[in-house]
Protein backbone atom coordinates (compact mmCIF):
# COMPACT_ATOMS: atom_id res chain seq x y z
CA UNK A 1 0.00 0.00 0.00
CA UNK A 2 1.71 3.15 -1.09
CA UNK A 3 0.86 6.67 0.12
CA UNK A 4 3.00 8.44 -2.39
CA UNK A 5 5.68 7.77 -5.27
CA UNK A 6 8.40 7.72 -3.28
CA UNK A 7 7.26 4.77 -1.34
CA UNK A 8 6.40 2.54 -4.56
CA UNK A 9 10.28 3.43 -5.77
CA UNK A 10 11.80 2.45 -2.86
CA UNK A 11 9.62 -0.58 -2.55
CA UNK A 12 10.90 -1.61 -6.21
CA UNK A 13 14.21 -0.56 -5.78
CA UNK A 14 13.97 -3.05 -2.62
CA UNK A 15 12.74 -6.10 -4.89
CA UNK A 16 14.83 -5.64 -7.43
CA UNK A 17 12.64 -3.24 -10.12
CA UNK A 18 14.33 -0.38 -10.22
CA UNK A 19 17.55 1.31 -10.93
CA UNK A 20 18.94 4.73 -10.12
CA UNK A 21 20.75 7.03 -12.77
CA UNK A 22 23.48 8.87 -11.06
CA UNK A 23 24.77 11.13 -13.38
CA UNK A 24 23.35 14.28 -14.45
CA UNK A 25 21.20 13.49 -18.01
CA UNK A 26 19.64 16.21 -19.90
CA UNK A 27 15.87 16.37 -20.16
CA UNK A 28 15.90 17.38 -23.44
CA UNK A 29 16.18 14.26 -25.55
CA UNK A 30 18.44 12.06 -23.31
CA UNK A 31 16.09 10.90 -21.28
CA UNK A 32 13.74 9.57 -23.31
CA UNK A 33 16.21 7.87 -25.11
CA UNK A 34 17.62 6.53 -22.27
CA UNK A 35 14.00 5.03 -21.44
CA UNK A 36 13.44 3.94 -24.92
CA UNK A 37 16.77 1.72 -24.83
CA UNK A 38 16.21 0.62 -21.27
CA UNK A 39 12.47 -0.50 -21.76
CA UNK A 40 13.26 -2.84 -25.58
CA UNK A 41 15.93 -4.28 -23.58
CA UNK A 42 12.72 -5.52 -20.96
CA UNK A 43 14.78 -3.76 -17.76
CA UNK A 44 13.74 -1.81 -14.98
CA UNK A 45 11.86 0.84 -13.49
CA UNK A 46 14.47 4.30 -13.78
CA UNK A 47 14.73 6.93 -11.17
CA UNK A 48 16.73 9.70 -12.83
CA UNK A 49 18.23 11.46 -9.53
CA UNK A 50 20.52 14.32 -11.47
CA UNK A 51 18.21 16.03 -14.32
CA UNK A 52 19.66 18.96 -15.69
CA UNK A 53 17.65 22.46 -15.50
CA UNK A 54 15.48 20.88 -12.08
CA UNK A 55 15.97 20.00 -8.44
CA UNK A 56 13.42 17.07 -8.86
CA UNK A 57 13.84 13.66 -9.96
CA UNK A 58 11.94 11.70 -12.09
CA UNK A 59 11.15 8.24 -12.53
CA UNK A 60 10.04 6.26 -15.50
CA UNK A 61 9.27 2.79 -17.42
CA UNK A 62 7.47 1.93 -13.48
CA UNK A 63 5.02 0.24 -15.80
CA UNK A 64 7.15 -1.61 -18.08
CA UNK A 65 6.36 -4.81 -18.09
CA UNK A 66 3.15 -7.04 -17.02
CA UNK A 67 5.16 -8.61 -13.80
CA UNK A 68 6.55 -5.19 -12.67
CA UNK A 69 2.37 -3.66 -12.85
CA UNK A 70 1.36 -6.84 -11.25
CA UNK A 71 3.83 -6.50 -8.53
CA UNK A 72 2.71 -2.62 -7.85
CA UNK A 73 -0.46 -3.61 -7.53
CA UNK A 74 -0.29 -7.25 -5.12
CA UNK A 75 -2.37 -5.87 -2.54
CA UNK A 76 -5.23 -4.43 -4.03
CA UNK A 77 -5.86 -6.33 -7.41
CA UNK A 78 -8.15 -8.96 -6.43
CA UNK A 79 -10.17 -6.48 -4.38
CA UNK A 80 -10.21 -3.85 -7.61
CA UNK A 81 -11.25 -6.41 -10.11
CA UNK A 82 -13.95 -7.43 -7.74
CA UNK A 83 -15.98 -4.34 -7.81
CA UNK A 84 -15.24 -3.98 -11.61
CA UNK A 85 -16.87 -7.70 -12.16
CA UNK A 86 -19.92 -6.26 -9.29
CA UNK A 87 -20.63 -3.26 -11.42
CA UNK A 88 -20.72 -5.14 -14.67
CA UNK A 89 -23.28 -8.03 -12.77
CA UNK A 90 -24.84 -6.01 -9.52
CA UNK A 91 -27.44 -9.19 -9.48
CA UNK A 92 -24.58 -11.16 -8.16
CA UNK A 93 -24.50 -8.85 -5.42
CA UNK A 94 -28.09 -9.62 -4.24
CA UNK A 95 -28.00 -13.50 -4.83
CA UNK A 96 -24.73 -13.71 -2.95
CA UNK A 97 -24.56 -11.13 -0.36
CA UNK A 98 -22.16 -12.67 1.88
CA UNK A 99 -19.45 -13.94 -0.72
CA UNK A 100 -19.71 -9.50 -1.88
CA UNK A 101 -19.14 -8.84 1.67
CA UNK A 102 -14.99 -8.13 1.17
CA UNK A 103 -15.59 -6.29 -1.93
CA UNK A 104 -18.72 -4.33 -0.53
CA UNK A 105 -15.84 -3.30 2.54
CA UNK A 106 -13.29 -2.56 0.05
CA UNK A 107 -15.26 -0.36 -1.67
CA UNK A 108 -16.28 1.64 1.69
CA UNK A 109 -12.73 2.26 1.89
CA UNK A 110 -11.88 3.62 -1.27
CA UNK A 111 -14.63 6.63 -0.91
CA UNK A 112 -12.89 9.60 -0.87
CA UNK A 113 -11.66 11.78 1.91
CA UNK A 114 -12.18 15.11 2.15
CA UNK A 115 -9.30 17.98 4.39
CA UNK A 116 -8.87 21.12 4.43
CA UNK A 117 -6.01 23.50 3.23
CA UNK A 118 -3.00 22.80 1.70
CA UNK A 119 -1.07 19.76 2.96
CA UNK A 120 1.94 19.60 4.80
CA UNK A 121 5.10 19.89 3.11
CA UNK A 122 3.48 21.51 0.09
CA UNK A 123 5.34 24.59 -1.74
CA UNK A 124 4.37 26.67 -4.34
CA UNK A 125 6.81 26.69 -7.15
CA UNK A 126 6.72 27.61 -11.32
CA UNK A 127 6.38 25.91 -14.14
CA UNK A 128 9.86 26.14 -15.21
CA UNK A 129 11.18 24.26 -12.00
CA UNK A 130 9.49 20.88 -13.32
CA UNK A 131 11.84 18.61 -14.92
CA UNK A 132 10.74 20.02 -18.67
CA UNK A 133 11.16 16.69 -20.75
CA UNK A 134 11.51 16.75 -24.63
CA UNK A 135 11.59 12.71 -26.11
CA UNK A 136 11.49 13.39 -30.03
CA UNK A 137 13.16 16.02 -32.10
CA UNK A 138 10.39 17.38 -33.10
CA UNK A 139 8.00 17.75 -30.73
CA UNK A 140 6.73 20.93 -30.18
CA UNK A 141 8.51 21.29 -26.46
CA UNK A 142 8.33 19.87 -22.88
CA UNK A 143 5.11 17.57 -22.41
CA UNK A 144 4.08 15.82 -19.59
CA UNK A 145 2.63 12.56 -20.40
CA UNK A 146 1.43 10.54 -17.30
CA UNK A 147 -1.04 13.68 -16.06
CA UNK A 148 -4.20 12.88 -14.44
CA UNK A 149 -6.22 16.07 -15.63
CA UNK A 150 -9.20 16.49 -12.56
CA UNK A 151 -12.15 18.38 -13.52
CA UNK A 152 -16.30 18.72 -12.72
CA UNK A 153 -19.38 19.21 -13.99
CA UNK A 154 -19.91 23.17 -13.60
CA UNK A 155 -23.80 21.68 -13.21
CA UNK A 156 -23.10 19.01 -10.05
CA UNK A 157 -19.91 20.45 -8.86
CA UNK A 158 -18.22 18.19 -6.14
CA UNK A 159 -15.43 14.82 -6.52
CA UNK A 160 -18.50 12.40 -7.21
CA UNK A 161 -19.30 14.40 -10.45
CA UNK A 162 -15.86 14.92 -11.36
CA UNK A 163 -13.38 13.43 -14.74
CA UNK A 164 -10.05 12.00 -13.59
CA UNK A 165 -8.44 11.33 -17.36
CA UNK A 166 -4.78 11.32 -18.80
CA UNK A 167 -4.94 14.36 -21.52
CA UNK A 168 -1.03 15.08 -22.68
CA UNK A 169 -0.01 18.25 -21.49
CA UNK A 170 2.56 21.03 -23.06
CA UNK A 171 4.36 23.01 -20.86
CA UNK A 172 6.94 25.21 -23.45
CA UNK A 173 6.91 25.93 -26.62
CA UNK A 174 4.77 27.02 -29.42
CA UNK A 175 3.24 30.63 -28.14
CA UNK A 176 2.57 29.46 -25.20
CA UNK A 177 4.00 32.17 -21.97
CA UNK A 178 6.56 30.28 -19.88
CA UNK A 179 5.25 29.62 -16.94
CA UNK A 180 1.34 31.13 -17.17
CA UNK A 181 0.18 29.01 -19.75
CA UNK A 182 0.14 25.45 -20.64
CA UNK A 183 -1.75 23.28 -23.58
CA UNK A 184 -3.82 20.61 -22.68
CA UNK A 185 -4.77 17.80 -25.79
CA UNK A 186 -7.89 16.53 -25.44
CA UNK A 187 -11.44 16.06 -27.75
CA UNK A 188 -14.61 17.52 -26.86
CA UNK A 189 -16.31 13.92 -26.42
CA UNK A 190 -13.83 13.46 -23.69
CA UNK A 191 -14.99 13.68 -19.83
CA UNK A 192 -13.30 16.95 -19.64
CA UNK A 193 -14.32 18.24 -22.68
CA UNK A 194 -17.90 17.87 -21.83
CA UNK A 195 -17.25 19.42 -18.25
CA UNK A 196 -15.77 22.33 -20.63
CA UNK A 197 -18.59 22.69 -23.06
CA UNK A 198 -21.35 22.98 -19.76
CA UNK A 199 -18.49 25.58 -18.03
CA UNK A 200 -18.86 27.41 -21.81
CA UNK A 201 -22.54 27.70 -21.79
CA UNK A 202 -23.22 29.23 -18.84
CA UNK A 203 -20.36 31.39 -19.69
CA UNK A 204 -17.29 30.53 -16.84
CA UNK A 205 -14.39 29.31 -17.42
CA UNK A 206 -13.20 25.86 -16.06
CA UNK A 207 -11.18 24.76 -13.20
CA UNK A 208 -8.68 22.09 -13.79
CA UNK A 209 -6.17 20.63 -11.62
CA UNK A 210 -3.38 18.36 -12.46
CA UNK A 211 -2.01 15.95 -10.79
CA UNK A 212 1.61 13.97 -11.49
CA UNK A 213 2.91 11.39 -9.30
CA UNK A 214 1.31 10.42 -5.90
CA UNK A 215 0.46 6.62 -5.47
CA UNK A 216 0.75 4.56 -9.12
CA UNK A 217 -3.42 3.73 -8.55
CA UNK A 218 -3.95 7.63 -9.32
CA UNK A 219 -2.08 7.25 -12.93
CA UNK A 220 -4.11 3.98 -14.14
CA UNK A 221 -7.35 5.43 -12.80
CA UNK A 222 -6.63 7.87 -15.06
CA UNK A 223 -6.70 5.82 -17.80
CA UNK A 224 -9.46 3.31 -16.54
CA UNK A 225 -12.34 2.43 -18.93
CA UNK A 226 -14.65 2.41 -15.82
CA UNK A 227 -18.46 0.62 -14.96
CA UNK A 228 -20.93 3.65 -15.96
CA UNK A 229 -21.33 5.02 -12.23
CA UNK A 230 -17.76 3.98 -10.52
CA UNK A 231 -16.06 7.29 -10.36
CA UNK A 232 -12.37 7.00 -10.69
CA UNK A 233 -11.37 8.50 -7.46
CA UNK A 234 -13.51 5.98 -5.63
CA UNK A 235 -11.43 3.62 -7.87
CA UNK A 236 -8.08 5.27 -7.28
CA UNK A 237 -8.89 4.65 -3.56
CA UNK A 238 -9.76 1.00 -3.86
CA UNK A 239 -6.63 0.22 -6.33
CA UNK A 240 -4.05 2.18 -3.68
CA UNK A 241 -5.60 0.34 -0.63
CA UNK A 242 -5.86 3.79 0.38
CA UNK A 243 -8.93 6.41 0.45
CA UNK A 244 -8.24 9.33 -1.96
CA UNK A 245 -7.29 12.87 0.08
CA UNK A 246 -7.79 16.04 -0.88
CA UNK A 247 -8.90 19.44 -0.26
CA UNK A 248 -10.27 22.65 -2.20
CA UNK A 249 -7.39 25.56 -2.22
CA UNK A 250 -8.78 28.67 -4.22
CA UNK A 251 -11.86 26.75 -5.63
CA UNK A 252 -9.28 24.24 -6.95
CA UNK A 253 -9.61 20.39 -6.23
CA UNK A 254 -5.53 19.53 -4.40
CA UNK A 255 -4.98 16.03 -4.09
CA UNK A 256 -2.69 15.06 -1.14
CA UNK A 257 -1.43 12.29 -2.11
CA UNK A 258 0.02 13.87 -5.70
CA UNK A 259 3.68 14.85 -5.89
CA UNK A 260 3.18 18.35 -7.63
CA UNK A 261 0.05 19.78 -8.31
CA UNK A 262 -0.86 22.26 -11.34
CA UNK A 263 -3.74 24.33 -11.02
CA UNK A 264 -5.38 26.44 -13.77
CA UNK A 265 -8.34 27.80 -15.86
CA UNK A 266 -10.05 26.88 -19.37
CA UNK A 267 -11.78 30.07 -20.76
CA UNK A 268 -14.48 29.79 -23.46
CA UNK A 269 -13.33 29.52 -27.08
CA UNK A 270 -9.38 30.11 -25.65
CA UNK A 271 -7.29 27.45 -27.91
CA UNK A 272 -3.66 28.02 -28.99
CA UNK A 273 -1.45 25.64 -31.38
CA UNK A 274 -0.30 22.21 -29.21
CA UNK A 275 2.24 19.91 -30.58
CA UNK A 276 3.68 18.67 -32.80
CA UNK A 277 4.32 15.31 -30.31
CA UNK A 278 5.54 12.01 -31.44
CA UNK A 279 2.48 9.70 -30.40
CA UNK A 280 1.91 6.17 -30.09
CA UNK A 281 0.88 5.42 -33.83
CA UNK A 282 4.43 5.62 -34.28
CA UNK A 283 4.44 9.18 -35.93
CA UNK A 284 3.87 13.19 -35.30
CA UNK A 285 0.66 14.24 -34.18
CA UNK A 286 0.91 17.89 -36.21
CA UNK A 287 0.04 21.17 -34.68
CA UNK A 288 -3.52 22.02 -33.86
CA UNK A 289 -5.35 24.58 -31.53
CA UNK A 290 -6.37 22.95 -28.39
CA UNK A 291 -7.19 24.48 -25.55
CA UNK A 292 -4.70 26.44 -23.34
CA UNK A 293 -5.04 26.47 -19.64
CA UNK A 294 -3.85 30.04 -17.54
CA UNK A 295 -1.87 29.07 -14.61
CA UNK A 296 -3.07 29.93 -11.29
CA UNK A 297 -0.30 28.47 -9.05
CA UNK A 298 2.10 25.21 -8.92
CA UNK A 299 2.76 22.98 -6.13
CA UNK A 300 5.56 20.32 -5.24
CA UNK A 301 5.45 18.31 -2.08
CA UNK A 302 8.78 17.64 -0.14
CA UNK A 303 10.88 15.17 -2.47
CA UNK A 304 8.72 15.13 -5.09
CA UNK A 305 9.53 12.04 -7.68
CA UNK A 306 8.40 13.60 -11.45
CA UNK A 307 7.08 10.08 -13.23
CA UNK A 308 6.97 10.26 -16.97
CA UNK A 309 6.86 7.54 -19.87
CA UNK A 310 7.83 7.63 -23.94
CA UNK A 311 5.15 7.26 -26.05
CA UNK A 312 6.35 5.94 -30.30
CA UNK A 313 5.93 3.07 -32.61
CA UNK A 314 4.60 0.26 -30.82
CA UNK A 315 5.84 -1.77 -28.80
CA UNK A 316 6.32 0.72 -25.97
CA UNK A 317 5.59 0.87 -22.32
CA UNK A 318 1.58 2.07 -22.93
CA UNK A 319 1.90 -1.55 -24.64
CA UNK A 320 2.55 -2.97 -20.93
CA UNK A 321 0.28 -0.40 -19.56
CA UNK A 322 -2.58 -1.37 -22.22
CA UNK A 323 -2.11 -5.09 -21.24
CA UNK A 324 -2.29 -4.54 -17.41
CA UNK A 325 -6.26 -2.41 -18.48
CA UNK A 326 -6.73 -5.66 -20.31
CA UNK A 327 -6.21 -7.85 -17.47
CA UNK A 328 -8.09 -6.23 -14.78
CA UNK A 329 -10.81 -5.31 -16.75
CA UNK A 330 -11.08 -8.84 -18.05
CA UNK A 331 -14.15 -9.41 -20.68
CA UNK A 332 -15.85 -6.51 -19.88
CA UNK A 333 -16.36 -6.15 -23.77
CA UNK A 334 -18.23 -9.31 -23.51
CA UNK A 335 -21.14 -8.02 -21.13
CA UNK A 336 -21.61 -4.86 -23.55
CA UNK A 337 -21.79 -6.47 -26.45
CA UNK A 338 -23.93 -9.99 -27.06
CA UNK A 339 -21.98 -12.49 -29.31
CA UNK A 340 -18.64 -11.05 -29.01
CA UNK A 341 -16.31 -13.25 -27.94
CA UNK A 342 -12.74 -11.36 -27.81
CA UNK A 343 -11.59 -8.31 -29.29
CA UNK A 344 -8.10 -7.68 -30.03
CA UNK A 345 -7.04 -3.94 -30.92
CA UNK A 346 -3.37 -4.61 -32.51
CA UNK A 347 -0.68 -2.82 -30.54
CA UNK A 348 1.77 -3.24 -33.59
CA UNK A 349 -0.55 -1.05 -35.58
CA UNK A 350 -0.77 1.79 -33.22
CA UNK A 351 -4.00 -0.06 -31.54
CA UNK A 352 -6.93 1.89 -32.55
CA UNK A 353 -6.35 1.63 -35.94
CA UNK A 354 -6.76 -2.19 -36.52
CA UNK A 355 -8.92 -4.63 -34.57
CA UNK A 356 -9.26 -8.22 -35.19
CA UNK A 357 -12.79 -9.48 -33.24
CA UNK A 358 -14.34 -13.11 -32.69
CA UNK A 359 -17.93 -13.23 -32.72
CA UNK A 360 -21.23 -15.78 -32.55
CA UNK A 361 -22.49 -17.13 -36.06
CA UNK A 362 -25.87 -18.61 -34.64
CA UNK A 363 -27.51 -17.38 -38.00
CA UNK A 364 -26.21 -20.17 -39.82
CA UNK A 365 -28.93 -22.86 -39.08
CA UNK A 366 -31.64 -20.78 -41.08
CA UNK A 367 -29.15 -20.29 -44.21
CA UNK A 368 -28.55 -22.62 -47.46
CA UNK A 369 -24.72 -20.96 -46.91
CA UNK A 370 -22.05 -20.45 -44.17
CA UNK A 371 -21.50 -16.78 -44.32
CA UNK A 372 -21.34 -13.96 -42.34
CA UNK A 373 -24.70 -12.89 -40.86
CA UNK A 374 -24.96 -12.26 -36.92
CA UNK A 375 -20.99 -10.90 -37.29
CA UNK A 376 -22.15 -8.01 -39.38
CA UNK A 377 -24.37 -7.14 -36.60
CA UNK A 378 -21.57 -7.23 -34.21
CA UNK A 379 -19.10 -5.58 -35.98
CA UNK A 380 -21.50 -2.44 -36.24
CA UNK A 381 -22.04 -2.99 -32.30
CA UNK A 382 -18.10 -3.18 -32.05
CA UNK A 383 -17.58 0.16 -34.58
CA UNK A 384 -19.54 1.78 -32.33
CA UNK A 385 -18.44 1.01 -29.03
CA UNK A 386 -16.27 3.47 -26.91
CA UNK A 387 -12.95 3.63 -28.34
CA UNK A 388 -13.27 0.91 -30.66
CA UNK A 389 -15.38 3.41 -32.62
CA UNK A 390 -11.84 4.89 -33.92
CA UNK A 391 -10.94 1.69 -35.86
CA UNK A 392 -10.44 1.61 -39.35
CA UNK A 393 -10.23 -1.86 -39.78
CA UNK A 394 -12.11 -4.85 -38.39
CA UNK A 395 -11.42 -8.34 -38.63
CA UNK A 396 -14.00 -10.59 -37.84
CA UNK A 397 -14.84 -13.90 -37.88
CA UNK A 398 -16.62 -16.70 -35.79
CA UNK A 399 -14.86 -19.91 -34.41
CA UNK A 400 -16.13 -23.33 -37.01
CA UNK A 401 -14.57 -26.15 -35.30
CA UNK A 402 -11.19 -24.81 -35.12
CA UNK A 403 -10.16 -22.61 -31.94
CA UNK A 404 -9.03 -19.13 -32.59
CA UNK A 405 -6.83 -16.81 -30.95
CA UNK A 406 -6.96 -13.13 -31.88
CA UNK A 407 -3.70 -13.03 -30.10
CA UNK A 408 -2.13 -15.25 -32.31
CA UNK A 409 -2.02 -12.32 -35.25
CA UNK A 410 -0.43 -14.39 -38.05
CA UNK A 411 -2.75 -17.54 -37.62
CA UNK A 412 -5.96 -15.04 -36.85
CA UNK A 413 -4.97 -13.26 -40.41
CA UNK A 414 -4.61 -16.63 -42.49
CA UNK A 415 -7.90 -18.30 -41.09
CA UNK A 416 -9.62 -15.42 -42.44
CA UNK A 417 -7.68 -14.91 -46.03
CA UNK A 418 -8.28 -19.08 -46.10
CA UNK A 419 -12.11 -18.34 -45.67
CA UNK A 420 -13.26 -14.95 -47.37
CA UNK A 421 -15.20 -14.18 -50.02
CA UNK A 422 -14.15 -11.09 -51.10
CA UNK A 423 -16.94 -10.28 -54.17
CA UNK A 424 -19.64 -10.51 -50.83
CA UNK A 425 -17.57 -9.61 -47.25
CA UNK A 426 -15.96 -6.50 -47.44
CA UNK A 427 -18.58 -3.81 -45.96
CA UNK A 428 -17.37 -0.39 -46.13
CA UNK A 429 -18.44 2.90 -44.07
CA UNK A 430 -17.42 6.04 -46.08
CA UNK A 431 -17.25 9.56 -44.19
CA UNK A 432 -17.20 8.65 -41.08
CA UNK A 433 -14.78 9.45 -37.52
CA UNK A 434 -11.14 8.36 -37.06
CA UNK A 435 -8.26 8.30 -34.38
CA UNK A 436 -7.69 12.46 -34.25
CA UNK A 437 -4.21 11.37 -34.09
CA UNK A 438 -4.43 8.97 -37.47
CA UNK A 439 -3.79 11.42 -40.26
CA UNK A 440 -4.28 8.79 -42.92
CA UNK A 441 -7.75 9.88 -43.91
CA UNK A 442 -9.00 12.48 -45.27
CA UNK A 443 -9.00 15.80 -42.75
CA UNK A 444 -8.36 15.49 -39.11
CA UNK A 445 -10.96 13.00 -37.50
CA UNK A 446 -12.03 12.30 -40.92
CA UNK A 447 -11.88 9.22 -42.68
CA UNK A 448 -13.54 5.65 -43.13
CA UNK A 449 -13.89 2.08 -42.34
CA UNK A 450 -14.08 -1.28 -43.18
CA UNK A 451 -15.05 -4.78 -42.39
CA UNK A 452 -13.38 -7.71 -43.46
CA UNK A 453 -16.00 -10.93 -42.01
CA UNK A 454 -15.24 -14.24 -42.90
CA UNK A 455 -17.10 -17.55 -42.14
CA UNK A 456 -17.48 -20.71 -43.27
CA UNK A 457 -15.45 -23.46 -45.17
CA UNK A 458 -11.93 -23.04 -46.36
CA UNK A 459 -12.33 -21.64 -49.79
CA UNK A 460 -8.60 -21.29 -50.96
CA UNK A 461 -4.88 -22.44 -50.54
CA UNK A 462 -2.83 -19.81 -50.18
CA UNK A 463 0.08 -18.90 -51.91
CA UNK A 464 3.76 -19.88 -50.13
CA UNK A 465 5.54 -18.15 -52.68
CA UNK A 466 5.14 -15.03 -55.14
CA UNK A 467 2.82 -15.91 -57.89
CA UNK A 468 4.31 -15.73 -61.66
CA UNK A 469 1.44 -13.29 -62.59
CA UNK A 470 3.10 -10.58 -59.59
CA UNK A 471 6.71 -10.71 -62.28
CA UNK A 472 7.10 -8.17 -65.18
CA UNK A 473 4.47 -5.71 -64.23
CA UNK A 474 5.79 -2.18 -65.78
CA UNK A 475 6.09 -0.02 -63.00
CA UNK A 476 5.82 -2.52 -59.73
CA UNK A 477 8.94 -4.69 -58.44
CA UNK A 478 10.56 -5.96 -55.41
CA UNK A 479 7.80 -8.47 -54.91
CA UNK A 480 8.14 -10.16 -51.54
CA UNK A 481 6.09 -12.33 -49.38
CA UNK A 482 4.68 -10.99 -46.43
CA UNK A 483 3.13 -14.52 -44.81
CA UNK A 484 0.84 -16.90 -46.45
CA UNK A 485 -1.91 -15.34 -49.30
CA UNK A 486 -0.27 -12.05 -48.56
CA UNK A 487 2.51 -10.30 -51.26
CA UNK A 488 3.95 -6.68 -50.63
CA UNK A 489 5.22 -4.98 -54.13
CA UNK A 490 6.95 -1.75 -54.63
CA UNK A 491 6.18 1.19 -56.96
CA UNK A 492 6.80 5.14 -57.32
CA UNK A 493 6.09 7.57 -54.84
CA UNK A 494 2.99 8.54 -54.09
CA UNK A 495 1.95 12.08 -55.67
CA UNK A 496 -2.23 12.26 -55.97
CA UNK A 497 -5.15 10.16 -55.43
CA UNK A 498 -6.11 10.82 -59.26
CA UNK A 499 -2.94 9.34 -60.26
CA UNK A 500 -3.15 6.21 -57.41
CA UNK A 501 -6.28 5.33 -59.17
CA UNK A 502 -4.67 5.09 -62.61
CA UNK A 503 -1.61 3.50 -61.58
CA UNK A 504 -3.23 0.91 -59.66
CA UNK A 505 -6.12 -0.07 -61.68
CA UNK A 506 -3.70 -0.48 -64.12
CA UNK A 507 -1.94 -2.88 -61.97
CA UNK A 508 -4.91 -4.72 -61.46
CA UNK A 509 -5.76 -4.50 -64.55
CA UNK A 510 -2.61 -6.48 -65.77
CA UNK A 511 -3.24 -9.20 -63.24
CA UNK A 512 -6.95 -10.02 -64.49
CA UNK A 513 -5.40 -10.00 -67.71
CA UNK A 514 -3.24 -12.72 -66.65
CA UNK A 515 -6.12 -14.95 -64.85
CA UNK A 516 -6.23 -13.39 -61.76
CA UNK A 517 -4.47 -13.64 -58.06
CA UNK A 518 -6.95 -16.64 -56.91
CA UNK A 519 -4.79 -17.75 -54.37
CA UNK A 520 -3.61 -14.14 -53.12
CA UNK A 521 -6.16 -12.25 -51.54
CA UNK A 522 -4.16 -9.36 -50.13
CA UNK A 523 -2.18 -7.41 -51.88
CA UNK A 524 0.12 -4.31 -49.82
CA UNK A 525 1.60 -2.00 -52.44
CA UNK A 526 4.14 0.14 -50.53
CA UNK A 527 7.54 2.30 -50.87
CA UNK A 528 9.51 -0.44 -49.20
CA UNK A 529 8.64 -4.36 -49.62
CA UNK A 530 11.55 -5.87 -47.77
CA UNK A 531 10.29 -2.99 -44.91
CA UNK A 532 7.11 -4.25 -45.14
CA UNK A 533 7.58 -7.98 -45.03
CA UNK A 534 10.16 -8.19 -42.78
CA UNK A 535 8.22 -9.19 -39.89
CA UNK A 536 4.93 -9.50 -39.41
CA UNK A 537 5.07 -6.08 -36.87
CA UNK A 538 6.14 -4.47 -39.86
CA UNK A 539 3.48 -5.30 -42.15
CA UNK A 540 0.68 -4.33 -39.22
CA UNK A 541 1.95 -1.20 -38.23
CA UNK A 542 2.73 0.34 -42.38
CA UNK A 543 -0.23 -1.51 -43.59
CA UNK A 544 -3.07 0.08 -41.37
CA UNK A 545 -1.40 2.85 -40.12
CA UNK A 546 -0.75 4.40 -43.95
CA UNK A 547 -4.39 3.70 -45.64
CA UNK A 548 -7.70 5.20 -45.37
CA UNK A 549 -9.62 1.93 -47.00
CA UNK A 550 -12.05 4.10 -48.84
CA UNK A 551 -9.42 5.73 -50.66
CA UNK A 552 -6.29 3.28 -50.60
CA UNK A 553 -8.66 -0.13 -51.26
CA UNK A 554 -8.35 -0.88 -54.85
CA UNK A 555 -9.36 -4.67 -56.30
CA UNK A 556 -8.51 -7.32 -59.05
CA UNK A 557 -11.72 -7.64 -60.98
CA UNK A 558 -13.38 -5.67 -59.17
CA UNK A 559 -17.10 -4.45 -59.52
CA UNK A 560 -20.15 -2.59 -58.02
CA UNK A 561 -23.76 -3.88 -57.36
CA UNK A 562 -26.40 -2.63 -55.49
CA UNK A 563 -23.97 0.13 -54.04
CA UNK A 564 -21.72 -3.12 -52.83
CA UNK A 565 -18.29 -2.80 -53.59
CA UNK A 566 -16.25 -6.32 -54.13
CA UNK A 567 -13.34 -7.49 -55.81
CA UNK A 568 -11.49 -11.25 -56.22
CA UNK A 569 -8.04 -9.77 -54.70
CA UNK A 570 -7.83 -6.82 -52.37
CA UNK A 571 -4.93 -4.46 -53.00
CA UNK A 572 -4.49 -1.95 -50.17
CA UNK A 573 -1.96 1.29 -50.99
CA UNK A 574 0.46 1.62 -47.92
CA UNK A 575 2.36 4.20 -49.43
CA UNK A 576 3.25 7.30 -47.52
CA UNK A 577 1.15 10.09 -48.55
CA UNK A 578 2.14 13.61 -48.86
CA UNK A 579 -0.30 14.98 -46.05
CA UNK A 580 0.75 11.78 -43.45
CA UNK A 581 2.85 12.76 -40.34
CA UNK A 582 6.33 12.32 -40.38
CA UNK A 583 7.13 9.03 -38.66
CA UNK A 584 9.73 9.30 -35.32
CA UNK A 585 13.05 8.82 -35.85
CA UNK A 586 15.46 9.26 -32.79
CA UNK A 587 18.64 11.44 -33.37
CA UNK A 588 21.36 9.53 -33.98
CA UNK A 589 23.56 11.82 -31.90
CA UNK A 590 21.91 11.49 -29.01
CA UNK A 591 21.82 8.12 -29.09
CA UNK A 592 25.13 8.39 -29.09
CA UNK A 593 25.78 10.16 -26.45
CA UNK A 594 23.74 8.33 -23.72
CA UNK A 595 26.11 5.40 -24.47
CA UNK A 596 28.00 6.84 -21.19
CA UNK A 597 25.06 5.79 -19.05
CA UNK A 598 25.87 2.04 -19.88
CA UNK A 599 29.51 2.29 -19.65
CA UNK A 600 31.16 -0.81 -17.58
CA UNK A 601 31.06 1.57 -14.49
CA UNK A 602 28.18 3.54 -15.15
CA UNK A 603 24.70 3.38 -13.01
CA UNK A 604 22.70 1.14 -16.82
CA UNK A 605 26.05 -0.60 -16.85
CA UNK A 606 25.02 -3.72 -15.68
CA UNK A 607 21.48 -3.83 -18.16
CA UNK A 608 22.49 -6.07 -20.97
CA UNK A 609 21.38 -4.89 -24.53
CA UNK A 610 19.95 -6.89 -27.09
Partial sequence: MYRHMEDCVTDLEKNGHLVRVREEIDPELEMAAVHRRVYEAGGPALLFENVKGTNYRAVSNLFGSLERSRFIFRDTWQA?????????????????????????????KALPRKSSGLPAGFREIRISDLPMIKSWPMDGGAFITLPQVYSENPDKPGIMNSNLGMYRIQLNGNDYKLDQEIGLHYQIHRGIGIHQEKASRRGEPLKVSCFVGGPPAHTLS??????????????????????????????????HDADFVITGEIHPGDTKPEGPFGDHLGYYSLVHPFPVMKVHKVYAKEHAIWPFTVVGRPPAEDTAFGALIHELTGDAIKQ??????????????????LLFAIGSERYTPYQTVKQPAELLTIANRILGTGQLSLAKYLFITAEDRVPLD?????????????????????????????????????????????????????????????????????????????????????????????????????FCQAL??????????????????????????????STFTRSNPSHDIYGVNSFYEHKHWGCDTVVIDARIKPHHAPPLEADASIERSIDRFFAKEASLGAIRLG
Fill in 80 to 108: AENVIALRGNPVQALKHPFKQVGTALAAS
Fill in 222 to 255: AVMPLPEGLSEMTFAGLLAGRRFRYSYVDGYCIS
Fill in 336 to 353: EIPGVQEVHAVDAAGVHP
Fill in 406 to 506: THREADFLQYIMERIDLRRDLHFQTNTTIDTLDYSGSGLNSGSKVIFAAYGDQKRELCKEIPEALRDIRGFAGASMIMPGMVAIETGAFRSYEEAAEELQM
Fill in 512 to 541: QAKGGLPECPMIVVCDDSRFVSGNLSNFLW
